[in-house]
């Protein structure tokens, strides 16, 4: 039905001209805000002025719902160095260098990291959490600062390298891992003789 309505709307010649001038009238007179309904020349025909909906029509878009995913980094610092991992080929920031995610089931990020790094660190203390868009969703990254005095237990799987802070700035990192680094590369974070950031 709704075909047969619509071709029943439409000219027989000339297709079109009229398209375009639907469009000229849309762009000109029957615009969404400020509509110039005295000058249309469809004022005594048109449908939402005899109803008194014309500011209410076009009708605005549902805002889409982007979904939302957690996650937690650790940065990893030894003598001034940050551990970094390189990504998969596949999947998000794939083949970039980026700080090592935690899995969601690691509770006790000490823990993991003596298991996953053969690294013993000192208890974790949350940095500031950070949002990054996606296409398709938000990620919500929140960073986690180890620090470690000893490196000679690293199980490294060939995907890892420490990289010095402050010398970040042309490495392939994602946006995210970049602004960490930033921050925590800033002259007088790190209190002296201390292993505690004053503030990020």
């Known amino acids: 039905r709704l075909w047969a309505l619509a071709e029943s709307l439409l000219p027989e010649r000339g297709i079109g001209r009229y398209i375009q001038a639907q469009m000229d009238l849309g762009a000109t007179l029957c ?3 400020r509509p110039a309904c005295a000058r249309c020349p469809f004022h005594d025909d048109c449908v939402a002025r005899r109803e008194g909906r014309v500011a209410e029509l076009p009708a605005a878009r549902p805002k889409k719902v982007v ?3 957690g996650a937690r980094c650790a940065v990893i610092l030894h003598q001034g160095a ?3 991992e390189r990504r998969p080929p596949a ?3 794939g083949g970039l260098l980026a700080l090592p995610e935690l899995p969601a089931e690691a509770e006790d990020a ?3 990291s003596a298991q996953r790094f053969g690294l013993a660190t000192a208890a974790p203390q949350p940095l500031a959490p950070l949002t990054h868009a996606f296409t398709h969703f938000v990620l919500e990254l929140q960073p986690l600062l180890l620090h470690t005095h000893s ?3 690293l199980a490294d799987d060939g995907a890892l390298c420490w990289l010095p802070l402050g010398a970040h700035a042309e490495a392939a990192l994602p946006t995210p891992v970049r602004r960490i680094l930033d921050e925590l ?3 007088g974070l ?3 003789g201390t292993a505690a950031p004053r503030s990020i």
């Open 31 to 33: 615009t969404r805000a």
């Open 67 to 69: 979904p939302r995913r």
């Open 82 to 84: 940050v551990l970094l």
């Open 91 to 93: 999947g998000i920031w």
């Open 110 to 112: 000490q823990a993991w």
């Open 151 to 153: 490196i000679h237990g």
């Open 185 to 187: 590369a800033r002259p």
């Open 190 to 192: 790190f209190d002296a």
